[in-house]
C-alpha cells in the first residue's frame, strides 16, 4: 500500500522550505485554481506540464514529482495537503548528469518518468535517463536538498522504474523499455534491488508482455495490498491509451489485467501514468496526466474505491470534471505553483527553468536592485535557432488562456545583441529589443520548425528611442498566441503576426525569456527584468 506516516517526517512544508532557505509560499495564480471553494475541485488539478507525475503519502503531507527532461534545475518536487492545492517547494537537482552532455540543450533525453517513494525516514526519486540507465537520488527533507543522482543501473532504454520494498525486507524496481533506446517495447521488467536502492542486483525478469492487448505498456508503479502485488501501469499510447492494472499473488506474476480508466464518453483523453494515494482518513485517489499537446501533460485527480480487489477509478472508470474535495479532515487553504515574479529575491523562483544545465554568468538575481540581470551571452557555436540556445529561461504555460507581461530594460553592446520575451516549443516567437546599426529597434520574430533547423523570420521591427520596454504575449484557447509591446505600460501595441505555439519534444511550450549575444565584445551587455506577471486575458 501507499506508505503510512513515519515520525521522522512530522513537519509542515513551510518548516521544510524555511530549512531549505526558501522563499515563502507565492500568492495563488489569478489564471487556473481547481480548488472551487465550495468542497469541490476541477481537473485538471494543476493546468501546466507536470509531465508523468507521481506522488506519495507521509503522514499528512502528499507529495509530487515529474518528469523534466533535459531542463534544469529537474525533478520537481510539488507539496500538498489535500491533494487539489499544490506548491512547488523545489528541484531534485540542479543540473544533471553527465554534466558535459547536459550543458548543452538535449531536446527529448534527460529524466524521463521518476517515481518518488518515503522508506526508512528518507525519501527516494528514481528516475530513468533513456540514453544511460537509472538514477536514484534522496533526501531527508523533501525540500532539499537532495543527494548527487547516483547511476544504479547502466542499461540504454530502461524507462519508467519505480522502487518497492516488500513486507520481507526484500526490495524491489520494475521498469519498462523504449524501443528507440533498447529495441524492445510493451514489456515490463522487475528487478531485485538493494535495500539502500543503490544498485540493482540482476538483470530483470519478464513480469508481463502487452503486446497482444496493451502495445506500448510502460510507466509502471508496484504496490501491495491485501495480499495482492499490483502493477499500475499505462497503456496505448499517450494521446489515446488507458490505465491498467495488474495483480498477482506473487511479484513475480503470472499477472492477471484490467483496464480501470479510460476516456470513454468524457474530453479527457488518453488518461493514464500516474500515482496511488490514500488519504489519512483511508480514501484512495489516483493521479495522473492527460496530453493536450501545447499545453503539456497536464494533472487529474480522480477518486478511487476498491472492488474485489480490483480499483475502480473516476466514475465506473471514466476520468471525472468536477468532483468533491478529498477528506483530510479541515480546509486548507488555495495555493498553486509560483508564476509571476518580480526578482525582489537573491534567488530565482521555483518555476524557472534553463534549457541545459544552467553556467555562472547567464544570469544575476538581485535583491539590492529588485531585478534579474540577464546578460548577453555569445551563441553558441553551430547556432542555428533557439532550439541550440542553452540560456533561455522558461516556465510551464500555467492554463489555457493567460497574459504573460515582462517589463525590462536593455543594455546592449554589441552589434545584434537582442532581448525579448519569447513563447518557445518546436515552433516559436519572440518579441524584444535588438542593437542593430548603433540603434535599438523592437522586433517580433517567429521560428517554424525549429526542432529540424529552421530559420527565424522577422515579421516587423521598428526603432524605438528609449531602452525600458513593456512585452507581453496573450495567449488563447488553442494556444493562439499575440505578441505587444508598450513604451509606458499602459498602451500596448502588437506586432508582426500571430502564432500558434507548439509543444517541443516530450513537452508542451514555454514561456520566457532571454537575452543573447552574437559577436565578440569587451564586455557582455545586459537586459534587466524587473517583473514577469502572469494574468487573465
Not at 518528469?67 to 517547494?89: C, M, Q, T, Y
Not at 495483480?247 to 464518453?265: C, D, F, M, N, T
Not at 478511487?304 to 476520468?319: F, K, L, S, T, Y
Not at 522586433?443 to 515579421?459: F, P
Amino acid at each position: 500500500m501507499p506508505p503510512k506516516f513515519h515520525p521522522l517526517a512530522r513537519f509542515t512544508v513551510l518548516a521544510a522550505m524555511m530549512l531549505a532557505g526558501k522563499a515563502a509560499p507565492a500568492a495563488p495564480s489569478l489564471v487556473w485554481v481547481a480548488d472551487q471553494g465550495d468542497g469541490t475541485y476541477k481537473n485538471p488539478i494543476l493546468y501546466a506540464d507536470y509531465s508523468d507525475p507521481d506522488a506519495v503519502r507521509v503522514g499528512r503531507d502528499f507529495y509530487m514529482t515529474a518528469s523534466s527532461f533535459n531542463a534544469s534545475p529537474g525533478l520537481p518536487i510539488l507539496h500538498s495537503r489535500d491533494l487539489v492545492n499544490w506548491e512547488l517547494i523545489g528541484h531534485a537537482y540542479e543540473a544533471q548528469p553527465p554534466y558535459e552532455l547536459y550543458s548543452k540543450p538535449q531536446h527529448g533525453s534527460g529524466s524521463w518518468a521518476p517515481a518518488i517513494r518515503y522508506h526508512a525516514g528518507e525519501f527516494f526519486i528514481v528516475y530513468p535517463d533513456p540514453g544511460i540507465g537509472i538514477y536514484m537520488v534522496k533526501a531527508k527533507n523533501p525540500a532539499g536538498p537532495w543527494s548527487t543522482p547516483r547511476l544504479i543501473k547502466a542499461a540504454k532504454g530502461w524507462i519508467d522504474p519505480a522502487p518497492f520494498w516488500d513486507d520481507d525486507g526484500n526490495a524491489y524496481l520494475v521498469s519498462a523499455v523504449s524501443r528507440s533506446r533498447s529495441g524492445m517495447k510493451s514489456t515490463l521488467v522487475l528487478s531485485r534491488m538493494s535495500p539502500e536502492a543503490t544498485q540493482l542486483l540482476d538483470d530483470g525478469a519478464l513480469v508481463y508482455d502487452g503486446h497482444a492487448a496493451d502495445e506500448t505498456v510502460e510507466g509502471p508503479k508496484l504496490y501491495k495490498r491485501n495480499g495482492y502485488y499490483y502493477i499500475f501501469a499505462p497503456a496505448g499510447g499517450v494521446p489515446q491509451g488507458w490505465q491498467l492494472a495488474l495483480r498477482s499473488k506473487h511479484i513475480y506474476g503470472p499477472y492477471e489485467r484490467r483496464v480501470v480508466l479510460a476516456q470513454g464518453a468524457t474530453g479527457t483523453n488518453g488518461p493514464h501514468q500516474g500515482a496511488w494515494v490514500d488519504t489519512p482518513s483511508g480514501e484512495d485517489w489516483f493521479l495522473h496526466f492527460q496530453d493536450l499537446d501545447a499545453y503539456g501533460r497536464v494533472v487529474h485527480l480522480e477518486p478511487m474505491h476498491w472492488e474485489n480487489d480490483w480499483p475502480v477509478i473516476g466514475e465506473h472508470g471514466a476520468p471525472v470534471a468536477r468532483f468533491r474535495k478529498p477528506n483530510v479532515g479541515t480546509n486548507y487553504p488555495v495555493m498553486t505553483p509560483a508564476e509571476s515574479d518580480d526578482f525582489n529575491g537573491p534567488s530565482l523562483g521555483l518555476q524557472w527553468q534553463w534549457q541545459a544545465n544552467p553556467q555562472a554568468g547567464w544570469a544575476l538575481p538581485s535583491q539590492a536592485f529588485g531585478l534579474l540581470r540577464l546578460y548577453n551571452v555569445p551563441l553558441p557555436e553551430g547556432y542555428v535557432n533557439f532550439w541550440q540556445a542553452p540560456n533561455l529561461l522558461l516556465q510551464k504555460f500555467p492554463a489555457p488562456e493567460f497574459t504573460a507581461t515582462a517589463k525590462l530594460a536593455f543594455t546592449p553592446r554589441g552589434e545584434n545583441d537582442t532581448t525579448g520575451l519569447v513563447i518557445m516549443g518546436a515552433d516559436y516567437a519572440w518579441i524584444g529589443l535588438r542593437k542593430r546599426d548603433a540603434e535599438l529597434r523592437i522586433a517580433m520574430v517567429s521560428c517554424a520548425g525549429a526542432d529540424s533547423g529552421g530559420q527565424e523570420k522577422e515579421w516587423a521591427s521598428l526603432p524605438v528611442q528609449q531602452p525600458t520596454v513593456w512585452l507581453r504575449a496573450r495567449v488563447a484557447a488553442g494556444a493562439q498566441v499575440r505578441l505587444s509591446y508598450s513604451i509606458d505600460g499602459i498602451s500596448f501595441v502588437e506586432l508582426g503576426a500571430p502564432f500558434t505555439a507548439k509543444p517541443g519534444r516530450w513537452i508542451g511550450a514555454k514561456v520566457g525569456v532571454f537575452a543573447r549575444g552574437s559577436v565578440p565584445v569587451w564586455e557582455y551587455g545586459y537586459s534587466d527584468i524587473d517583473w514577469f506577471h502572469i494574468q487573465p486575458n
